[in-house]
Every structure is written in C-alpha cells, then in structure tokens.
C-alpha cells in the first residue's frame, strides 16, 4: 500500500509543489531507488542470521519513520527538506520487498510453497491497488477541505463551482508539464499560494496515514512472523 500509494503521490508533491520538471523529479526519486541496490543484499544476510521478523518489524518501523519526516518535511517547501524522509522510506522499503516472499515461504511447509507466493503475490498486487485508492483518498479530501476553508477565510473572492472545475483542470494539466503559474489562467494566479500550502496540508495527511499502516504492519509481523521450522528448537 505505501509503496503504490506514495508512488502515485511524489511525483505531484515535487511537479507540483516544489516546481520540478517531470525529468527531474524522477531522478529526485533516486533516493528511494538506489537503498534497494545496497540494503537488499545486507537484509538477505539478516535474515540468514535472525530470520525476517526482526529486519522486518524494522523495515515498517523505518517505514513509519519517513511518514513523519514527510509529513513534517514538506512544510519546508523545498526538495532538501522531504529528502531524510525519502531516503528512510527507501531503506525502510527495501528491507519490506526483499523479505517479504522468503518470509511467507517461511510460514508454510514446503509443499504448499507454490500455494503460498500466489497468493502472496495476489496480495500485494491488491494492496498497491488499494492504496493508491486509501492514500489518494485522504491526500485529496484533506487538500479539497483545506482549500475550501482557506478560501473561505481568507481575503480572495470564493470561487464558482465551475471555476474550482477550470482551475482544477489547469493543474492536472500542469502534471505534465511541471507548475508554471504563466501557464494559468491570470484569474487564478493568486489562487495558488493558498492551493500549495492546502496541498502540503493533503500531503501531510496521507503521509501520517502510511506511518499509521507501517505500525500496523509492524504490530503484525511481530506478532505472526516466525522463525523457518528448520530453525526452531
């Protein structure tokens, strides 16, 4: 759920939000990438030693980590701000996905190992769909409220329905291309600053909610996960 949830949303937070070209905000993702090149070799190695549920029940720890590192990152405005917390989420993700099929071909016997990375596979398929849905689900109602009562509030004309329409259309549009306020229409200009820090506002919510699962897969796997049967006793 984290990694497809957050890989729908980095990319709008650094096109976006801190105003990258798409070019450049995937390589300001490489921070996420690369720890898989250097942790999954040490996790295997881990897990030889102590079997996955301690390197595991670390991974969603470090995963819970750089949600509230987000979370708190992205009010800074600025690429250096979000990077300790995507450099977390990268090794904390890595130690998930390198672990996670050995460890369920731990739980069952060797005879229904077949069985089991189905339906493992199954499942991680159906939580990255769910949480590009879950993650996207809070990102947006909390961005939409925020931005409704910021508007609300503050010293700007409200905005028609149909206006709210147009100048979400615009930034959709804007996904593309990277966030250019030239691009937009002069109506809306002075719009933005309040639809950037509501935005954060979204961000900073979905990114709590992943720390949230993270702890509940944490509690999980330290309850469920055991040692390979050749190893006990």
Known sequence: MAE???????????VLNLGMSPAVAGLALVPTTLPMIFVAPLAGRWYDRVGGRVPLVTGFG???ASGVLLAA???GNSFLSVLPGLVVYGVGLALVLSLNDPVSLDQVPERSHGQASGVSAAAEQFGGALGIAVI???FHSV???RLHAT???GPLTDLTDTQYSTLRDDIVAAERTGLRPSSFDPAFVDYLHDVRWSSYTGFSAAFLAVAVLAVAGAFA???WVRRPALDEG
Do not use: N
Request: proline share 3%; aromatic share 18%; charged share 5%.
């Open 221 to 223: 796997t330290w309850r």
């Open 151 to 153: 508007i609300t509030a």
């Open 62 to 64: 470090l995963l819970a």
């Open 143 to 145: 961005y939409v409220v």
């Open 4 to 14: 497809m949830g957050l890989g729908v949303l980095f990319p709008l937070l650094l």
């Open 136 to 138: 996207y689900l809070v």
């Open 73 to 75: 990152g992205v009010y």
